[in-house]
């Protein structure tokens, strides 16, 4: 049964990388150095190849997770490539996912068999499935966000809390101090604001006497001084700045002085009366149940809502900033979860109470299916590449200009499949026929009719918008990608399904939201 429920947690986050596997342009600074550590190497000599030299993005980000990402792609890709399923550079950006959605889940593994020890089987099992049914934790944890490389140590640190004996009345000691130096090392590497996670928790173990300051000072002094020299090390290598600490950098951008501003401002209650509710969905309610029935529960929620109520003092608020606590609230979750669904089932609330998990869980499929298929059809940039590369697959000396929107919604440095670098080891396209002497060109704020003036130039995947009929004629449209708008409710449907039979009358009801897409993209090709 343990080994079952691991894999349901795998196969739900590789299911997720296989409906949708383009990338955001908010992932694109790991992914891209994932695919040059990859591509390229890490030797000297290679370095000025990389994109971030290019695109650097509005403050440095650490390699330490997209070099580490990629020596674990290698396992992924070499055994891929064994069985024959690489025969694209787009495989490879899948496999890469793969591996980091892998990561993210043994971290979920750990967790649950941590809550089956503490809380009981039944408890573990409904924390998978409430994780399972949820979308974003899942959805993400296989996309190359900085947020998603600290989610693993997060979660690890969260499991060496709740590992113990069902009535111990504190973690271990030791368990404590890897706890403190795991949440260091994601702090100073990988993400700041989990600082305001950090210090809640040392601030909960010395006051209930889990181990004592001057353990937490030596503790957090030697996991931040080897956090912070391994990757200023890293990072002044590949950003070739020296000293440089990205996330030190980070701090001073977004917080001293305040540009994370410049990205939006929310009201304080943000994360409580829109973003957790988003991430947990029927969660929340049960979470609440579970810390009025359980002490141990309200013991390991207070650092997770400490971080809640100091986080949102920062004005730029978003759901990932606190996806770490995810986690932590479907353990409450579940535990309120088992207590309804352990009611006697012969009483009329035991009944009910059944009954309301199984539609809470319900109601959680439902509002995931939606929101999985909105996310799969809203990275018109990928779809259009892709679809570019195989449309002209068998054409030579192709020069194509991406827009903006599509090169921030998926079209990543992975889809450029007829244009050098090549992996290591994986035969170029040439071996089969297919050209390699394909131009991708990125460079902003070109219009269609600059473009125009550009004779190298011979293709554009344009934004609709942008089109006038002056830049039309000089192109000729090769084909049109549409995205992902939103949903309408089919007032129709609804209406004929009450007047048909039963079995009629559901399956008009499967047609009661309609998803609106609209054109996005158009690939264009230019008139001879």
């Known amino acids: ?50 994109d971030h030299f290019v695109f650097p993005g509005a403050v440095p980000r650490t390699f330490v997770g997209s070099v580490l990402l990629a020596w674990l792609s290698q396992l992924f890709i070499r055994g891929a490539l064994l069985l024959g399923h690489v025969t694209d550079k787009v495989d490879i950006q899948v ?34 499935f409430l994780t399972c049914s949820q979308f974003h934790l899942l959805f993400w944890m296989g996309r190359t966000l900085p947020n998603m490389f600290a989610l693993l140590p997060a979660n690890v640190a969260l499991y060496l809390l709740v590992d113990r004996a069902p009535n111990a009345t504190r973690p271990s000691q030791e368990n404590v101090h890897r706890a403190i130096a795991i949440l260091t090392f994601a702090t100073v590497v990988f993400r700041s604001e989990l600082i305001l996670l950090l210090g809640p928790l ?90 009025v029935l359980d002490k141990r529960i ?15 003092g920062l004005g730029h608020k978003e759901w990932r900033f606190v996806i770490y606590s995810v986690p932590a609230f479907n353990i409450a979750a579940a535990r309120g979860a088992n207590w309804l669904i352990s009611r006697k089932k012969s009483s009329l609330f035991g009944r009910l109470s059944y009954l309301a998990v ?54 990543s440095l992975f889809l450029h499949s007829h244009a050098p670098p090549f992996l290591p080891g994986l035969a170029p396209p040439s071996k089969f026929g297919r050209p ?50 939103g949903w309408t409710l089919n007032v129709e449907s609804l209406k004929a399904a009450f007047k048909t039979g039963v079995g009629e009358g559901l399956r008009t009801l499967g047609s009661l939201l309609e998803m609106r897409r609209s054109e996005k993209l158009v690939i264009l090709k230019r008139q001879v």
Not at 15 to 44: C, I, Q
Request: aromatic share 10%; hydrophobic share 50%; proline share 5%.
């Open 1 to 50: 049964m343990s080994t079952s429920l691991d894999a349901i947690l795998l196969l739900a986050s590789w299911t997720y990388v296989s409906l949708a596997p383009y990338t955001k342009v908010e992932e694109s600074f790991n992914l891209h150095a994932t695919h040059d550590v990859l591509m390229y190497g890490v030797r000297p000599g290679n370095l000025h190849k990389y």
């Open 95 to 128: 496999l890469v996912r793969l591996a980091l959605a892998s990561v993210n889940a043994f971290g979920l593994s750990l967790l649950r068999r941590s809550i089956s020890r503490r809380f009981g089987g039944p408890t573990s099992v409904l924390f998978t």
């Open 202 to 291: 040392v601030l909960q173990v010395i006051v209930r006497q889990y181990t004592s300051i001057a353990n937490v000072l030596r503790v957090g002094i030697i996991a931040g001084t080897l956090s912070a020299a391994l990757t200023v090390l890293v990072d002044s290598y590949f950003w070739q700045r020296w000293p440089l600490w990205p996330e030190l950098h980070g701090v001073y951008f977004n917080a001293i002085e305040g540009k994370s501003a410049e990205w939006g401002v929310s009201p304080f209650h943000t994360y409580f009366s829109s973003h957790l509710p988003k991430l947990l969905l029927s969660a929340a309610p049960l979470s609440v149940l579970g810390v």
């Open 298 to 312: 309200r013991g390991l929620l207070v650092p997770y809502v400490a971080f809640i109520l100091l986080i949102s």
């Open 358 to 411: 199984a539609a809470m869980l319900g109601a959680n499929c439902l509002a995931t299916f939606l929101l999985a298929r909105s996310a799969c059809a809203n990275y018109p940039g990928g779809a259009s590449l892709y679809a570019f590369n195989q449309l002209l697959v068998s054409e030579h000396n192709v020069h194509v200009h991406i827009s903006n929107l599509a090169a921030q919604s998926g079209a």
């Open 436 to 485: 390699v002497d394909w131009v991708y060109n990125k460079t902003e704020g070109l219009s269609v009719d600059a473009l125009a003036a550009a004779p190298q130039i011979t293709h554009l995947i344009a934004e609709i918008p942008a089109l006038t009929p002056e830049a039309m004629e000089h192109w000729s449209p090769v084909a049109v990608v549409d995205g992902f708008d």
